[in-house]
């Protein structure tokens, strides 16, 4: 389950907002809890690395008063948790724009002005996350059905690596973390029962996007986290992009 991470330079404001999050937990009857709450972005990072196999929901204030800034905390929480869930509370709107600028994918920005709209919206932000979160874990623990031949076999979807055509008409062959499996099928077809993280990148190939290790642009060639090799087109290249995987 998700844990709360507050970073606020202001002591004051900081136990304000501990006090808020704490109090809308027990009023939504949300079983989270507040595990750190610092005025130092080193202690976030800290620990972050001690703790990789979690996800948290991160409220941060964008100026901490130190060389670096609640931005770069962020593209700092980025390289630990890529979804975990960060929320900017500030009093500086005119900042919101750098959110934006270094793509640290926030999942929203609350201003300080008005206790009563931080106290609701914090709210919002713990019953947006908590749900986001659950829904992400039932997708995760969804299956495709595939037959085989002599057996129909359940593949969760975060064991998928790629789907790829074969030498053969209408035979397809699903990569997997365990190994790899041929079917008969249609590419198109696979691809409206998969979720929206998977990805053609070819029209050989159906990628997960979450497993993707790196990317060389120059000979459009995608790698797997197994060291496997997937194609992309110049057709496919800039939806890629879009989706900011590259």
Known sequence: MLDIILCEDNIIQKKKIEIIIKNELLNLGLDLKLVLSTDNAKDVVNYLGNNLEKNFIYFLDIDLGTKSNGVDLAKEIRNYDSRGYIIFITSHAEL?????KYKVQA????????????????????????????????????????NLGNRIENFQFNEILFFETTEIDHKLRIHTIEGHYEFYGKIKDIATKLPSYFYKSHRSYIINTTKIKSFDKKNKTIYMINDEQCSISILYLKGLIKKGLT
């Open 107 to 146: 999942f929203d920005y609350i201003l300080k002005f008005d206790e009563k709209v931080l106290k609701s919206r914090i709210a919002e932000c713990l019953i947006g996350a908590v749900k986001d979160y659950k829904n992400i874990i039932i997708r995760e623990r969804q299956t495709i059905s595939i």
């Open 96 to 100: 919101s724009f750098l959110t934006f």
